[in-house]
């Protein structure tokens, strides 16, 4: 039976219907790689919840549990793990995204997203995200 690593992630989505993507930094699995800001859950923590708090430790914005809407989710394995990515949609947040953790940060119209060099999972999210803007 495989263990199931479960990972929220966010679209956070502009006014000029812009998606933001965040780069991986150095020394984390998978550098260089961009990516939906997110992270893992603590023990106990709902998704919704992780993203509040990681949006605010990776990128110092603050938003409202009650924007994050559910939009996709990727299926991937990861090692001897299986990767559950659960994307959701915001549009509306207070401050301005800044890298705090490393990395870059770029603003990008779903359909550029497809150039980018970015991890499996992620990657049959963009698709879902053209359809949805």
């Not at 263990?3 to 219907?17: F, Q, R, S, T």
């Not at 559910?70 to 990767?83: D, K, T, V, Y």
């Amino acid at each position: 039976m495989a263990e199931y690593l479960m990972v929220p992630a966010v679209a956070l989505i502009d006014g000029d219907g812009r998606v933001l993507v965040q780069q991986r930094p150095a020394g984390k699995s998978m550098a260089g790689l961009w990516e939906f800001p997110g992270g893992k859950l603590e023990p106990g923590e709902t998704p919704e919840a992780a993203l509040v708090r990681e949006l605010r430790e990776e990128l110092g914005i603050e938003a409202a549990t009650a924007c994050l809407a559910p939009a996709c989710f990727a299926s991937e394995p990861l090692g001897e793990r299986h990767l559950l990515l659960l994307l959701y949609v915001c549009r509306k947040w207070r401050g301005i995204p800044q890298p705090l953790e490393g990395g870059a940060l770029k603003w990008m119209r779903p359909v550029e997203l497809h150039g980018l060099d970015m991890p499996p999972a992620d990657r049959p999210l963009i698709g879902l995200l053209e359809a949805l803007l």
